[in-house]
């Protein structure tokens, strides 16, 4: 399975610092998206550091014999374990960085990842950044929120649009850096890639601004337009319903 892909961030029009952070390693397959948390610089520190670090592991994962951080798990693949144990040190140390640094206690950040396998994507999601797939036309969330609101959408007692109105969608229900690994809420999962595929990973500054629908109609606007110019359309929609958080964007084209 071959790929395109593209990448960019906006700071959006009300926010002083781009907390968010966001990585494109096509050789590794690898692509993650973090929105920091915790004001001013911290946030942005941490989305950093988060990428940095899982980024340093699934290369090394990839290429060395290594000593892995947490056990391994069979019932996910190496990508899964990857991403996993990744994830197991950025969390580790944001928690040191924070707790060396009282300006910046309470410093976290929302991730959402992927690495690409053959026909298999392999993803890990924590917090409310998100990844879609456009297939056939129609728009699908694939990762679930950990908000407030989320939580209640999963259990069934908001429908999706009551979700993205309600006055606790921005409250975390989990975010890396904040909890200790064994208290963190982690999502991993796996799916399988078609040709003509389209994903949309995304901070929520994007679906903040747009809804599922917008995004689409953004998307399937004109099937020849690169990938960058659809993903400067969407901020630049994004930007003119408010902008009131930064907007990040990862796309991955399949054929």
Not at 64 to 78: A, G, K, N, S, V
Not at 87 to 96: D, G, M, P, Q, W
Request: glycine letters at 8%.
């Amino acid at each position: 399975m071959q790929f395109a892909f593209f990448g960019t961030s906006d700071i959006g029009r009300h926010r002083k610092y781009n907390e968010d952070s966001y990585l494109c390693n096509p050789k590794e397959k690898l692509f993650l998206i973090a929105d920091g948390i915790g004001g001013q610089a911290a946030g942005e520190i941490a989305s950093k550091l988060a990428i940095r670090n899982i980024e340093e592991f699934v290369v090394r994962s990839h290429s060395e014999d290594i000593t892995w951080p947490i056990p391994y798990r069979q019932e996910f693949t190496l990508d899964q374990n990857s991403l996993l144990a990744g994830t197991t040190l950025a969390n580790r140390k944001v928690r040191e960085l924070a707790n060396q640094n009282p300006s910046m206690k309470g410093m976290g950040t929302t991730l959402v990842g992927v690495i690409i396998k053959g026909n298999l994507l392999a993803i890990l999601n924590i917090g409310d950044s998100r990844l879609y797939r456009i297939r056939g036309g129609e728009i699908e969330q694939i990762t679930q929120d950990h908000t407030v609101a989320g939580e209640q959408e999963k259990l069934g007692l908001l429908t999706k649009e009551e979700a993205s109105n309600h006055p606790q969608k921005h409250i975390l229900t989990s975010a890396l850096g904040i909890e200790v690994m064994e208290n963190l809420r982690i999502d991993l999962s796996l799916v399988d890639i078609l040709k003509k595929d389209l994903y949309l990973m995304c901070s929520d500054g994007l679906n903040d601004m747009l809804s599922d629908k917008e995004i689409l109609a953004i998307i399937n606007s004109d099937e020849n337009r690169s990938l960058e110019k659809i993903s400067l359309s969407l901020i630049q929609q994004a930007n003119l319903a408010g902008g009131r958080d930064n907007i990040t964007i990862i796309l991955l084209s399949f054929y």
